[in-house]
């Protein structure tokens, strides 16, 4: 098939016709919308030292990314319509499409509700306290019932802090033997039975962020089974790593949620597999190397755009648990439906957002494969079967690996 773009907007499609101003060949690539993060911190305003905007979306656009949804503990926070132009403005020159989410409250404190209706109308795609989650559950119904009226999708981080109680990896076995506090999984468990509740008893939609245990994917499940609006996300180290690679004291092994256990793994692919959950994110979350050298005191979170693509295709589609077009599902149409944002498809009319895939490449990851401005990744050296050959956004080659 050949497929034609013209000021950004794909115009044809299987066409005979074969001259054009630039020819980009492909044979023996797979030709897919471009991917869609929904989930990613872009540390952008006031945290520039560990990301921006436009080296973030460098980092997207290596990992096949057109789109990025950036969450709002930012410095200051997504809660006012000046920071979300700012955003906007700066992405204007960036490699990917940048839709920022707001806070469900201001200044992400849990206790006053943001101005929904503003933060929509100046481009929010989505609320969210994510990072400190909201505590009161008074509040969160407050806030998910003015979102239905808007029609503001809810994303929740599903963390008890006072279950938490300072703990910085799961809690079991590893945080025994090393000794540290550990994060017990009743934390996000609970949660996520109350976020459950109130969509259920509300009517309003509720995304849950960054599942990682099974049974949140378990009551998320059971939910969907009785007609609850809820979706959920959950990330490709989620699969492929357990709490055991903590035992190096390496703190590029720490996020939050943390890494569980291979019971967690195995749910949560069968959880992909089955249409529980419904995105593949990265929670893409750079930090610097200080800020990353003492494994206890080291702040959680890792990037992930550039191996988003090359992680899950190993875990999902070159084990033979997945079609890649269900893949494609999970990374760029879901999360375009459940955010109606544009893309997640290839026709004429549309944004000409694509990615060029060798699904069975086997590559290894290195430094030299990163463009985030941060370093904290678990993947280094590690080899993939799956790999990025091209990123066009709006018609415009944002990467392209070299030969």
């Keep these: 098939m050949n497929v034609y773009v013209e000021n950004g907007v794909i115009t044809e499609l299987d066409s005979t016709r074969t001259q054009a101003d630039t020819v980009l060949e492909a044979d023996g ?9 929904m989930h990613v911190h872009l540390r952008d305003p006031g945290l520039t030292y560990k990301e921006d905007i436009l080296t973030g979306c460098e980092a997207a656009a290596r990992g096949g990314f057109t789109s990025v ?10 809660d006012n319509t000046d920071t979300i132009r700012y955003i906007l403005e700066k992405a204007e020159h960036a490699k990917a499409r940048v839709y920022p989410v707001c806070t469900i409250t201001r200044g992400m404190k849990g206790t006053e509700l ?4 503003a933060l929509k109308a100046a481009g929010a795609v989505a609320a969210s306290d994510d990072g400190k989650p909201v505590a009161n559950a008074a509040v969160m119904q407050a806030g998910m019932e003015a979102c239905y009226k808007l029609d503001l999708p809810v ?3 599903c963390e008890d802090l006072d279950i938490i109680a300072g703990g910085i990896i799961n809690k079991g076995a590893v945080s025994e033997a090393l000794g540290v506090k550990g994060m017990d999984r009743t934390s996000e468990d609970t949660i996520t039975a109350r976020e459950v509740t109130l969509a259920e008893s509300t009517g309003t939609r509720i995304h849950i962020c960054h599942v990682s245990t099974e049974t949140s994917v378990a009551l998320i499940r059971d939910a969907k089974k009785r007609g609850v609006q809820v979706t959920c996300e959950s990330a490709p180290h989620y699969m492929l790593l357990t709490d055991k690679e903590l035992l190096r004291r390496d703190a590029n092994w720490r996020m939050n949620p943390p890494l569980r256990e291979q019971r967690d793994c195995e749910a949560i692919i069968e959880g992909f597999c089955d249409g529980t959950i419904d995105a593949m994110i990265t929670d893409h979350a750079p930090h610097s190397p200080e800020e990353k050298a003492d494994f206890e005191k080291a702040p959680n979170g890792i990037i992930g755009l550039e191996t988003s693509f090359a992680a899950s295709c190993t875990a999902l589609v070159a084990s033979g648990r997945m079609s890649l077009a269900r893949l494609i599902e999970l990374m760029s149409v879901n999360p375009c439906r459940i955010l109606s944002i544009p893309g997640g498809e ?6 000409a957002d694509l990615v060029l895939l060798a699904p069975e490449e086997r590559w290894t990851f290195t430094e030299a494969d990163i463009g985030s401005k941060s370093r904290n990744t678990p993947f280094l050296g590690t080899e993939f079967t799956g790999r990025v050959h091209c990123t066009i956004k709006g018609g415009e080659i944002t990467w392209q690996l070299k030969k």
């Design 346 to 351: 290839i026709r004429v009319g549309g944004p």
């Design 69 to 78: 949804v950036c969450m709002p503990n930012t410095n200051p926070p997504i």
């Design 114 to 117: 943001s101005d929904f209706a």
């Design 29 to 37: 690539l797979v030709l897919a919308p471009g991917l869609v993060d």
């Design 155 to 157: 994303v929740s981080h």
